[in-house]
């Protein structure tokens, strides 16, 4: 949800009758063969990184960041067959940590599933879609260290569109995508939208910026 | 939605996404760490006119939880004992830059004029005006309905879990509400609300408890509760405190002696016996053991009343977070009105 729009409604209304004309705008980035490449390459990383997978937990941050983790710890299970993928992954909601909470409509709260070993001691990777200003990253660390201690985390995101605004970092890129800030970058995942891609458009409406939409 | 006075003005879609928000605000108090940042720097202030204590004590700590600021006011040994009016009492709370007024008062309406008068900016948020209504009470009834009937009542098998019913209303739920109806704000905002939910609600009562009127209300009437636990089946009983209080003297005249309203109303380990195997018990407390309810029947593993208590912990926490935690001022009137 790095550069994704305000509101999750908002996004459920990218599938909608008005987007039909806004999709001619848009050109695909990543395809689904490219999106799949990406995540192997991440997931061989991490093991590479962490000399296995024993001690990893995948956590996805809401919407599209958890099906990439579902994903990452299939592959994960894959390459190492010692490995259970649902024992690796889970979800960190981090709506309750966000700082721009004042300056929008109430959003949904996701829910936080954590795998059942929990976190202590393990090594949390932050699974995103779309890296931006970094201040999700931040109340995702916020809201981390409400649930545990985990021995190390690092960061995977399938697209990092640069302009950060806070001192953070992604372990794992998919795919660095340099874009203006009058760019609006968005990723599909078949899970949620029945389609793999990553778009680039242009933004639309000041009221859509209004709505906050990229601000974390 | 700016204030939450009454059940009635809430739709199924807001009244669902209030239980929803609750689950995963009780799905964080499970943990170690049960303070949240989500409210740092808002002001709650709890203005109680009418004493009590569980109430206040839900509410602030549901405020605290979300790391909000809390200030009670209560209206024993302030300036309203001095004739201090309510319109001078909220323009001071607004002068002191209250976000939220969470209000308690004897008087129906109280709230909804405090809302409304213009006197302060903050979201009102009524904890029990008069014999009126008690929407966080029938809110946290229902999310207590919703965790332990839904996964059986409704669709699939579950365990009653934090998340168990998310997403879905109470429709098929066959509820009883037992006693003091008259008196009772719990069951006024209960009807209203369980009704906007699908469940079937049936209000029992000695006919001098009933108010007038309330045929036009959502629900049905009985005056005989053996029959109800009979033929209804419900899948929950709710039994509402005699409000000594409010009547005259002991009992007031609305029922010849408590010792009948026990034989009539009572729930005791006989009529537990009448009902289905899930049903739960419930009552919003305090209870007179012995009374409206026996201790059997309190102290049974069927009664959810201690978790009622909890419960209203994690929906004060959600209206609380729905109310406070948007920029309202920023958004649309459409917005608005979808809470």
């Known amino acids: ?9 908002y996004e459920h209304s990218l599938s ?44 996805g941050i809401p919407t599209r960041g958890v099906p990439l983790a579902e994903r990452l710890a299939r592959r994960l299970a894959d390459v ?14 981090v709506t309750m940590h966000r700082d721009d909470l004042h300056r929008q409509p109430p959003r949904a709260i996701g829910s936080t599933q954590l795998p059942d070993g929990g976190i202590d001691n393990k090594v949390v990777i932050l699974v995103d879609d779309v890296l931006f200003s970094g201040r999700t990253i931040r109340a995702a660390l916020d ?32 795919k660095n995508l340099p874009t203006s800030l009058n760019e609006r970058v968005s990723v599909r995942l078949s899970e949620i939208d029945g389609e793999d891609a990553v778009l680039i458009g242009q933004r639309q409406t000041s009221a859509a910026r209004e709505r906050g939409e990229g601000d974390l | 939605m700016k204030h939450l006075l009454t059940t009635r003005g809430l739709s199924r879609a807001d009244a669902i996404r209030i239980l929803d928000t609750a689950g995963q605000m009780a799905a964080t108090q499970s943990r170690e760490i049960k303070k949240l940042p989500t409210l740092r720097g808002r002001t709650v202030v709890n203005l109680f006119f009418e004493d009590s204590t569980r109430t206040r004590i839900s509410f602030e700590t549901a405020a605290k939880r979300l790391s909000a600021d809390v200030i009670n006011f209560s209206a024993k ?44 900016e903050a979201a009102v948020i009524n904890a029990g005006d008069g014999m009126h209504q008690h929407p966080t009470q029938a809110l946290l009834d229902a999310y207590t309905m919703r965790r332990h009937l839904m996964p059986r009542v409704g669709r699939g098998v579950g365990v009653p879990g934090v998340g168990a019913g998310a997403g879905l209303d109470l429709a098929g739920v066959r509820v009883a509400i037992v006693g003091d109806v008259l008196h009772s704000r719990v069951a006024r905002s209960n009807v209203q609300l369980l009704h906007t939910l699908g469940a079937q609600v049936t209000l029992v009562a000695p006919p001098t408890l009933v108010p007038v009127g309330v045929e036009a209300w959502p629900c049905e009437v009985s005056y005989h509760l053996d029959e109800v636990l009979v033929d209804l089946q419900p899948d ?79 929906v004060r926490m959600a209206v609380l977070y729905l109310l406070l935690a948007g920029d309202v001022s920023q958004v649309g009137s459409h917005e608005r009105a979808s809470l």
């Open chain 1, 1 to 9: 949800m790095s550069s994704g729009p305000g509101t999750p409604s």
């Open chain 1, 16 to 59: 909608s009758t008005s987007d039909v004309a806004r999709a001619a705008e848009l050109t695909e980035v990543l395809g689904a063969t490219e999106i799949s490449r990406a995540l192997t390459r991440i997931a061989h990383e991490i093991l590479e990184r962490n000399k296995g997978g024993t001690s990893v937990v995948l956590l």
């Open chain 1, 80 to 93: 190492e067959p010692g490995l259970d993928a649902r024992a690796l992954v889970g979800t960190l909601d």
């Open chain 1, 143 to 174: 809201a981390l260290s409400d649930i545990g201690r985990p021995r190390a985390v690092q960061l995977a995101a399938l697209v990092d569109r640069g302009h950060r605004e806070l001192p953070i970092r992604p372990d794992y890129v998919g």
């Open chain 2, 77 to 120: 040994g302030s300036s309203v004992s001095k004739g201090e009016s309510l319109k001078d009492t909220a323009l001071t709370l607004q002068a002191m830059g209250a976000d939220a007024v969470v209000i308690r008062h004897q008087a129906s309406g109280a709230p909804h004029t405090l809302a409304h008068a213009g006197w302060v």
């Open chain 2, 236 to 314: 929950a009983v709710m039994m509402l405190r005699v409000q000594r209080e409010r009547m005259s003297s002991a009992g007031g005249g609305f029922f010849p002696s408590p010792l009948e309203y026990t034989r009539n109303y009572g729930l005791d380990a006989v009529r537990l016996g009448l009902l289905p195997e899930h049903a739960i018990v419930m009552h919003p407390g305090p209870m007179n053991r012995g009374l409206e309810i026996s201790a059997e029947a309190a102290d049974s593993p069927r009664a959810v009343i201690v978790e009622q208590v909890a419960n209203g912990v994690a």
